[in-house]
């Protein structure tokens, strides 16, 4: 086998582990995983699908790259050359690579543009949840079903359920009713926090005196897992995000529950997230 045959297999190899490391997923994250999360909302799909086209192009760059690199080296090598080249420049060769990067980058900008505008539109959302971060933890406020308010806090390893994961389950989880539009503001109470769902395509920073707004829709019921993604401290990696999706019957029967079990939000409260109409 020829050396450049062998540099043909390892760059196919790179590019097998590659899409495997791409279409790998998990619902939570798993220990060596390097797929993405299972997409849950239609945000994280079209993210997902981005990550996939990155991928090829990235691919197929380096592959050109590296190809043209061994081939520049063989065929232009001293042996072969002993008389360098003189050519100091050549039209169609400056304009083909400055014309090929230019075409990739508006083929990367496109999706990338049509996800951003997506994720920062306002669309006819049929309820608001309020997230605060503060150190070290989440408060959480639910303003169209009677203006109640929680703390959430990560469980200790003593208080962990059977499959709840280690520093990612919360005594109190935001639950959420799937397929509805949900939009969520973020702020801080003390420092910059960021409220990060990976499964669900969501990372907003959490700045204090500032709101942040996104919205986002659960397609499917479960638990989702996330992580405060924002250095904000020595408790930094002990605020873990959980979100559970129910059916909307049961996010009915969850709410009446919240409001006997959770305090209503008064008025003297030390942050107080404004109310958008």
Known sequence: MTFLKRIAYLISAVALFGGLAATGHA???????LGLQDAASPTA?????FHELLLYIIVA????????MLYVMF????????????????????????AVPVI?????????????YAADSNPDTEMTIKAIGKQWYWSYEYPDQGDFTFDAYMKSEDELEPGEPRLLATDNAIVVPVNTKIRLLVTGDDVIHSFAMPSMGLKLDGVPGRINETWFEVTAEGTYYGQCSEICGTGHSYMPIM??????EEFAKWVEFAKDEFAAIEDNRSVQVAQLN
Do not use: D, M, Y
């Not at 799909?45 to 699908?49: H, N, Q, R, Y």
């Not at 760059?61 to 043209?68: E, H, I, N």
């Not at 900008?109 to 996800?115: E, G, N």
């Open 243 to 248: 979100i559970k999706a129910v059916s909307k």
């Open 27 to 33: 619902s939570q994250p798993t220990e060596w995983g």
């Open 75 to 98: 065929r232009f090598s001293e042996k072969r050359n002993p008389v360098p080249s003189k050519t100091s420049h050549n039209t169609l060769l400056e304009i083909i690579w400055t």
């Open 61 to 68: 760059v380096c592959v050109v790259v590296l190809v043209l």
């Open 104 to 116: 990739i980058l508006v083929i990367i900008a496109i999706p990338s543009f049509k996800i951003l």
């Open 45 to 49: 799909v079209a993210l997902e699908e």
